[in-house]
């Protein structure tokens, strides 16, 4: 008796189990179930999967001011594409929706879950990807093109990832995180050409960033982090080029980051900026600038600030640290002992540190002795043998 109850319960677990939800197929010869995407998520369960066949997709909805291509209300749906080379939404004209502000996904009304895989959005001029779900997976995917062009908008306070991904020519921002975003991550992806490739904002944003590649001549900073955010940076390469006073990295209003084992190269801007920060910790990168490694601006009143373990190196007329702003009376000291300059005579390191010691109305310190006795780690390489790791 008590082996046949037993059973009776192992079968009402199974049969109360989640069930596999319907693949819709969506294809342009007419072979699938439908061949408009839109009319696929019309169709669709939460728990559906929508595969995507080859050709590009340009079918889209107006709602007031926007066209939207994919629109989904309040569903958990995965998306996956036959590829990012071969499924493609979005226009092949960038200025084809005219005034009309187009959007390639729109979710709204937070879903448990959205998956996109294997495919492209193109030549969006408002946002590429415009998602307010709950957890949110993209994976394998291209975003690029678009007068002003956003890619991916968004808040997941359940967490999720962007991974493997190419940006490419966003005139817009790259990734745009808002809090409630936690235990996101960004890897594995490429940034090219993009204004603002992740920016962390608002309050209760956490997100690790890793492995990542960015290269860029427009816009503001390639990272940055504000309004109470965290983020996290491991082994990526940032590449800023021709914006002058621009940053590669930069935090404010209370913005936290850590930066580790990176290579972070600025012509024109500065590696760093800083001004009103939270915690920021930065230690075993490359930070090489024409202009300013460090820019420092408004005093930390969120955390601490150290620097170890990095080697600078400036070129040119550069710094290593310049100040942005001088209106504040209380002195800061900052930590950036223990890291290589490039040189082991002193008096040069001090000559090219822009602080308190040199002007009055410059109210932080930078303490920047002892010094390491040389290359740190990796970085006993000669700096073209660096640049020559990212070209």
């Given at each position: 008796?008590?082996?046949?109850?037993?059973?009776?319960?192992?079968?009402?677990?199974?049969?109360?189990?989640?069930?596999?939800?319907?693949?819709?197929?969506?294809?342009?010869?007419?072979?699938?179930?439908?061949?408009?995407?839109?009319?696929?998520?019309?169709?669709?369960?939460?728990?559906?999967?929508?595969?995507?066949?080859?050709?590009?997709?340009?079918?889209?909805?107006?709602?007031?001011?926007?066209?939207?291509?994919?629109?989904?209300?309040?569903?958990?749906?995965?998306?996956?594409?036959?590829?990012?080379?071969?499924?493609?939404?979005?226009?092949?004209?960038?200025?084809?929706?005219?005034?009309?502000?187009?959007?390639?996904?729109a979710v709204l009304?937070?879903?448990?879950?959205?998956?996109?895989?294997?495919?492209?959005?193109?030549?969006?001029?408002?946002?590429?990807?415009?998602?307010?779900?709950?957890?949110?997976?993209?994976?394998?995917?291209?975003?690029?093109?678009?007068?002003d062009g956003r890619?991916?908008?968004?808040?997941?306070?359940?967490?999720?990832?962007?991974?493997?991904?190419?940006?490419?020519?966003?005139?817009?921002?790259?990734?745009?995180?808002?809090?409630?975003?936690?235990?996101?991550?960004?890897?594995?992806?490429?940034?090219?050409?993009?204004?603002?490739?992740?920016?962390?904002?608002?309050?209760?944003?956490?997100?690790?960033?890793?492995?990542?590649?960015?290269?860029?001549?427009?816009?503001?900073?390639?990272?940055?982090?504000?309004?109470?955010?965290?983020?996290?940076?491991?082994?990526?390469?940032?590449?800023?080029?021709?914006?002058?006073?621009?940053?590669?990295?930069?935090?404010?209003?209370?913005?936290?980051?850590?930066?580790?084992?990176?290579?972070?190269?600025?012509?024109?801007?500065?590696?760093?900026?800083?001004?009103?920060?939270?915690?920021?910790?930065?230690?075993?990168?490359?930070?090489?600038?024409?202009?300013?490694?460090?820019?420092?601006?408004?005093?930390?009143?969120?955390?601490?600030?150290?620097?170890?373990?990095?080697?600078?190196?400036?070129?040119?007329?550069?710094?290593?640290?310049?100040?942005?702003?001088?209106?504040?009376?209380?002195?800061?000291?900052?930590?950036?002992?223990?890291?290589?300059?490039?040189?082991?005579?002193?008096?040069?390191?001090?000559?090219?540190?822009?602080?308190g010691n040199d002007?009055?109305?410059?109210?932080?310190?930078?303490?920047?002795?002892?010094?390491?006795?040389?290359?740190?780690?990796?970085?006993?390489?000669?700096?073209?043998?660096?640049?020559?790791?990212?070209?």
């Amino acid at each position: 008796m008590r082996i046949q109850t037993t059973m009776l319960v192992l079968l009402a677990v199974l049969m109360a189990g989640p069930s596999y939800g319907t693949t819709w197929r969506v294809e342009k010869d007419g072979s699938g179930d439908f061949t408009v995407i839109q009319d696929a998520v019309d169709a669709a369960s939460s728990g559906d999967v929508i595969a995507i066949g080859p050709g590009r997709y340009e079918e889209y909805t107006q709602v007031g001011i926007y066209d939207v291509y994919v629109l989904v209300d309040n569903k958990s749906l995965t998306f996956i594409g036959s590829g990012s080379g071969v499924t493609i939404v979005g226009p092949e004209d960038p200025e084809a929706n005219g005034s009309q502000e187009a959007e390639g996904f729109a979710v709204l009304n937070h879903p448990e879950y959205t998956r996109i895989v294997d495919l492209a959005v193109e030549d969006m001029n408002a946002i590429h990807l415009d998602i307010s779900a709950y957890h949110f997976e993209m994976e394998n995917c291209k975003i690029s093109g678009g007068h002003d062009g956003r890619g991916v908008l968004g808040h997941f306070s359940a967490g999720g990832f962007i991974r493997n991904c190419q940006f490419r020519n966003l005139p817009g921002r790259g990734i745009g995180l808002h809090g409630p975003t936690h235990d996101f991550v960004v890897e594995d992806c490429l940034f090219e050409e993009v204004a603002g490739a992740i920016r962390l904002q608002w309050s209760e944003v956490d997100v690790l960033i890793q492995n990542c590649n960015f290269y860029t001549s427009i816009g503001g900073p390639v990272i940055q982090s504000a309004g109470g955010s965290s983020g996290t940076v491991i082994n990526c390469v940032i590449e800023k080029t021709g914006s002058p006073y621009s940053s590669a990295i930069a935090a404010a209003s209370g913005g936290s980051l850590s930066v580790f084992d990176s290579t972070i190269i600025s012509y024109g801007g500065f590696g760093f900026r800083l001004s009103d920060t939270g915690e920021i910790q930065v230690h075993g990168n490359i930070v090489i600038s024409d202009n300013a490694c460090l820019f420092k601006g408004y005093p930390n009143e969120w955390g601490t600030t150290s620097f170890s373990n990095n080697h600078f190196l400036r070129e040119g007329a550069g710094f290593f640290v310049k100040p942005l702003a001088n209106n504040w009376t209380e002195p800061e000291y900052v930590d950036m002992t223990n890291n290589y300059w490039g040189t082991q005579d002193l008096g040069e390191i001090a000559e090219y540190i822009l602080d308190g010691n040199d002007s009055p109305n410059i109210h932080y310190f930078i303490n920047f002795e002892p010094i390491a006795d040389g290359p740190v780690s990796s970085e006993s390489i000669s700096l073209d043998g660096i640049k020559a790791l990212y070209r």
